[in-house]
């Protein structure tokens, strides 16, 4: 007699849910690094180089020392659980790069908007972009060495956000981090589709 389960012990493994997530945010404020810090695969880039051509379009104040740029995408992936992956997408941070977005945005469950407190008016563009398409978002400030620390409510309350959407203090370079993000970015968009799906009280 073989050693181990019987054959009616078996169970078919379990197929994951696999969701869409965005990684959205001004230039240079971390989406490459996020989405490579929390991958379990060795992530695709569409990075070029910044070259003195693009210097009239980009806008380099306050990231002086960036020398690439995400051209298409950021895409990766991790397994928050045995049932459920997440496929990330991180979006291109220039506006001359914001043609991609809607194609990018086509069946995303939610987004994680990164900010950078020094710069807080890049993320105003991502932050319009999906209150405008009604896709749930996080907001997650990226801390970068020598800025100053907010309360994540005077962060909502500069971005103007409404009291229902997230807003978390992370660094893009730790995957526990990112990952937290990641998990407050399911959940948001999960109870917002709960609470949409509620009857109306007549």
Do not use: H
Not at 93 to 101: A, E, N, P, S, T
Not at 166 to 192: F, G, K, T, Y
């Amino acid at each position: 007699m073989a050693f181990g389960r019987s054959r009616r012990d078996k169970r078919p493994p379990v197929e994951p849910v696999t969701l869409k997530i965005l990684v959205a945010g001004g230039f240079g404020v971390g989406k490459t690094t996020a989405v490579g810090a929390v991958s379990e695969i060795r992530p695709l880039r569409t990075e070029e180089r910044l070259t003195e051509a693009g210097r009239p379009v980009d806008d380099l104040e306050g990231v002086e020392s960036k020398t690439t740029t995400t051209v298409a995408m950021d895409f990766g992936r991790i397994t928050l659980r045995e049932d459920l992956v997440l496929y990330l997408f991180g979006t291109p941070g220039q506006d001359r790069f914001w043609f991609l977005w809607d194609e990018l945005a086509q069946g995303a469950l939610g987004a994680v908007v990164l900010a950078d407190t020094r710069r807080l008016e890049d993320c105003f563009a991502a932050v319009d972009y999906f209150e405008r398409r009604r896709i749930p978002f996080t907001v997650a400030v990226n801390v970068f060495e020598g800025s100053e620390r907010f309360p994540p409510e005077t962060v909502r309350g500069a971005l103007d956000l409404d009291p229902e959407v997230p807003v978390l203090v992370c660094d893009a370079r730790d995957r526990s981090s990112v990952r937290d993000v990641l998990v407050a970015v399911v959940e948001n968009a999960l109870e917002r589709g709960a609470r949409e799906r509620e009857p109306v009280a007549t």
